[in-house]
């Protein structure tokens, strides 16, 4: 499978504790970012990177959370001390630049967070 | 700031119906627009996209969408539904030239036999 891959697909955790999601995206593609879903919501934007630069964060990232892409490939989105409103699903995408502007993301099928 | 609404929370529609789903979008600009369709355990899926030239766009699996100006909308059509076209359906928005989508709501289409 050549998709986008995220671990974990689900997580439950308790309130305080950290959690780490990584996403693998298509090989080629050096565009990569983060969106989460709550129920009954769209994807809302997080965060992307241009290989392993950071180049757009939301306001929605508050600063529990934290995305890296080390050498430009993977990615880990971290959330500190996790609260019961970050229980969402988070999902990765990926893009090649051309297809970053046009809007075309490849999208993974999500880590779903549940915080207790 | 852009946003997108999609009315519709859920529709339900029989099978072998015509079907379409709305979307309106506000931005001050005409941006780049964007239907996309999440089925049950998989990914976000792209069906079409608008960014200029002729209104009426065609997609995968026989969708398409007309995008008029006058009333900020993109509205997404299928001729003749079919049960593998339940999902849930995502309309986007992106500035011209940006790569960050606004996404709607959602809406969930049930399709009956």
């Known amino acids: 499978d050549t998709g986008v891959s995220q671990n974990p697909r689900h997580k439950i955790t308790k309130r305080g504790q950290n959690v780490t999601f990584r996403c693998d995206p298509i090989?080629?593609?050096?565009?990569l970012y983060w969106y989460r879903q709550t129920l009954g919501q769209g994807p809302e934007f997080l965060t992307y990177f241009q290989n392993e630069a950071q180049l757009e964060k939301s306001r929605l990232l508050s600063d529990r959370f934290s995305a890296e892409r080390p050498k430009g490939s993977f990615s880990t989105l971290e959330i500190q001390r996790t609260e019961q409103g970050d229980s969402a699903m988070y999902l990765c995408?990926?893009?090649?630049?051309?297809?970053?502007?046009?809007?075309?993301?490849?999208f993974g099928e999500g880590s779903r967070l549940t915080v207790l | 700031a852009q946003s997108v609404t999609q009315p519709d929370i859920h529709i339900t529609v029989s099978e072998g119906a015509s079907l379409e789903l709305r979307c309106n979008y506000s931005y001050g600009a005409t941006p780049y627009l964007f239907w996309y369709v999440q089925s049950p355990g998989q990914g976000l899926q792209l069906l079409l996209k608008?960014?200029?030239?002729?209104?009426l766009v065609q997609g995968i699996k026989g969708f398409e969408a007309e995008f008029k100006r006058s009333q900020s909308s993109f509205n997404l059509r299928k001729p003749s539904v079919h049960w593998s076209d339940a999902a849930e359906y995502f309309c986007?928005?992106?500035?011209?030239?940006?790569?960050?989508?606004?996404f709607g709501k959602g809406t969930m289409l049930l399709v009956s036999p």
């Open positions: 995408a990926s893009s090649p630049v051309g297809g970053a502007v046009t809007g075309e993301l490849f």
């Open positions: 608008y960014f200029s030239g002729d209104t």
């Open positions: 090989s080629e593609h050096n565009r």
């Open positions: 986007a928005v992106a500035p011209q030239g940006y790569s960050t989508l606004t």
